[in-house]
């Protein structure tokens, strides 16, 4: 089993930046593809970014992409989202997910998510 938490959310103003932290215990992260998804009020949970389990790809959402940056030290234990350029349609809570490499769909682990605010 991992268990993974989420931290570094906030308040920010509108052109800020956080960096959000997925922190994984019981068991190494290392074989997991990592994913940030997150869920703003009313909405659906949406995906944001990924890391492929050896650290060598990366993709993110359209919304995201030139902002957001998907990262991982597995010595650490441990999956980091830096956001710049924050906007207020970015305001979710945010979570980080597990899945193992062979699989193609559905995850193992789910964090238990970390509040971002962005006020404009």
């Known amino acids: 089993q991992v268990q993974l938490v989420e931290s570094g959310g906030g308040l920010v103003q509108a052109g800020g930046s956080l960096r959000l932290s997925c922190a994984g215990s019981g068991r190494t992260i290392f074989g997991y593809n990592m994913d940030w998804f997150r869920q703003a009020p009313g909405k659906e949970r949406e995906f944001v970014a990924r890391i492929s389990w050896s650290g060598g790809s990366t993709n993110y959402a359209d919304s995201v992409k030139g902002r957001f940056t998907i990262s991982r030290d597995d010595a650490k234990n441990t999956v980091w989202l830096q956001m710049d350029s924050l906007k207020p349609e970015d305001t979710a809570v945010y979570y980080c997910?597990?899945?193992?490499?062979?699989?193609?769909?559905?995850?193992?682990?789910w964090g238990q998510g970390t509040q971002v605010t962005v006020s404009s």
């Open positions: 997910a597990a899945r193992w490499k062979l699989k193609n769909a559905g995850y193992d682990y």
